[in-house]
């Protein structure tokens, strides 16, 4: 069983990363059945020039590799933010079991703040979520991050 709060605590400290490129601080863990961590990810979009290079894609990519599949069925996403939707739908096309996160995005989160993707009734893949996960400590590194870009 994997402890989300533990879990968020890692995936903060992986969002921090993000900074040194100038980056959105976000920061993805996946994790296998087992609890193991398998894939890392941080926001790369500035570095890389990559629209596409979300925490939550680079973390899926990472553990994509590793498994040798780019099923991901049982396994588990922490982010430290509430998906877009193109993470949410990345998120579901993976058959991922689990998603939780910390922050809410009221401006661009796909999982109950503007839209909810992956509760979709009509979606061919559920993906059960816990969201709120150290909400205060996530959403306040984003707050010091834009306040410094200001």
């Known amino acids: 069983m994997i402890d989300y709060n533990k879990a968020m605590i890692e995936a903060l ?3 921090q990363a993000a900074t040194a490129s100038g980056d959105v601080p976000v920061g993805a863990l996946v994790f ?3 609890g193991a ?3 890392v990810g941080h ?3 500035e570095r890389d020039c990559d629209p596409t290079a979300h925490a939550e894609i680079v ?4 553990a994509s590799l590793k498994n040798g599949t780019w099923r991901l069925d049982g396994h588990t996403i922490v982010v430290t933010l509430e998906p877009c939707a193109m993470c949410a739908g990345a998120i579901a096309q993976a058959r991922m079991k689990t998603l939780v996160f910390g ?3 009221e401006k661009a989160g796909a999982v109950g703040s503007v839209w909810d993707v992956l509760r979709d009734p009509r979606a061919p893949h559920q993906v059960e979520v816990v969201s709120g996960i150290m909400e205060s400590e996530a959403a306040g590194l984003l ?3 834009f306040q410094q870009q200001r």
């Open 37 to 39: 961590i398998v894939g």
């Open 143 to 145: 707050k010091d991050f």
């Open 13 to 15: 400290e992986v969002a």
């Open 59 to 62: 973390a899926m990519r990472e």
């Open 43 to 45: 926001n790369l979009r």
């Open 103 to 105: 922050a809410w995005d």
């Open 32 to 34: 296998n059945e087992d």
